[in-house]
């Protein structure tokens, strides 16, 4: 049972194109970013897919993935979606040729689950996954659901989160213990109400903490603590990070701003972490 950071950065990830910037050219592969995206393997072994940017595809190959059951999509972003077609390696719909491996043939599609506005923008932008092939490769093999309420991916209890990314409706996800909520840069009461209802104590809190600096659709890192603070929680994590920062002056600026949320105060006092995500981080460390 483990839970992997496969990303931690931004849609342009870290180092940025062009970018000559102290972080971009940090030798600490801390502050060495890809696109934000998790994967989650419970006790059981059904795993889960957390967004699937641009990425995806070296996330995949880094972390040695052999399996997906199942797709978790915060948004239809680019950075948390493009990298969709390379799903086709786990599940494909196409000719079959004599060739091919018949097995990624006959597997069932994936199901990607996500809000009603991300399966829209699908249908439209990856029409091709839907119509009949008959000559040609193979594309993936998906099945998109658009839950409103909790549900089972086999062993794993799953609660969508609704949360806004400017004006953009976006989930974030209640799985298991773990709750992963970004791009946001507002929860509603009613949806901090909804975690902390299901889930008395959450093990793992991951939250988008874009920077120091106010922006217009995500959560700073002030904003993103005073969040966290509202969470029954034992760790936190910020993810979606920028080139603004280093990953050590990060956990900083949180460690001289945790002063202000007592709840924060008291995850640390107790021998949890408050601080910045990176790049293959792997918690395995699980009282469910």
């Known amino acids: 049972?483990?839970?992997?950071?496969?990303?931690?950065?931004?849609?342009?990830?870290?180092?940025?194109?062009?970018c000559k910037c102290p972080v971009c050219k940090s030798n600490n592969p801390k502050d060495k970013r890809f696109r934000s995206s998790a994967y989650y393997v419970s006790k059981n072994g059904t795993s889960i897919l957390i967004d699937m940017g641009q990425d995806f595809r070296q996330q995949a190959i880094i972390h040695d993935i052999q399996k997906i059951d199942a797709?978790?999509?915060?948004?239809?972003?680019?950075?948390?979606?493009?990298?969709?077609?390379d799903l086709r390696v786990f599940s494909c719909s196409g000719p079959h040729k004599k060739d091919s491996n018949a097995a990624k043939f006959e597997a069932p599609p994936i199901p990607i689950y996500m809000n009603q506005q991300a399966a829209n923008y699908i249908y439209h932008a990856f029409e091709?996954?839907?119509?009949?092939?008959?000559?040609g490769g193979g594309t993936a093999k998906i099945e998109i659901k658009v839950p409103l309420e909790t549900f089972y991916i086999n062993d794993v209890k799953v609660t969508p989160i609704p949360m806004m990314h400017g004006s953009l409706p976006t989930y974030g996800w209640l799985i298991d213990g773990i709750a992963?909520?970004?791009?946001c840069n507002f929860i509603s009461p009613e949806s901090f109400d909804l975690i902390n209802s299901i889930c008395s104590t959450v093990e793992y809190l991951v939250i988008d903490g874009l920077r120091v600096k106010e922006h217009s659709t995500h959560f700073n890192l002030?904003?993103?603590?005073?969040?966290?603070?509202k969470i029954n929680c034992k760790n936190v994590y910020?993810?979606?990070?920028?080139?603004?920062?280093f990953h050590d002056e990060i956990n900083k600026y949180v460690g001289d701003n945790l002063c202000k949320f007592n709840n924060l105060q008291k995850i640390v006092k107790d021998g949890g972490v408050v601080q910045a995500a990176y790049d293959g981080l792997k918690l395995t460390n699980f009282s469910l």
């Open 71 to 85: 797709v978790l999509l915060t948004h239809h972003h680019a950075d948390h979606l493009f990298g969709i077609d």
């Open 180 to 183: 992963y909520l970004t791009d």
């Open 222 to 229: 002030i904003q993103a603590m005073e969040a966290a603070n």
């Open 238 to 245: 910020f993810t979606h990070l920028t080139h603004s920062h």
């Open 1 to 18: 049972m483990y839970f992997s950071f496969l990303g931690t950065g931004t849609s342009h990830g870290v180092p940025v194109i062009k």
């Open 128 to 135: 091709y996954f839907f119509v009949c092939k008959k000559e």
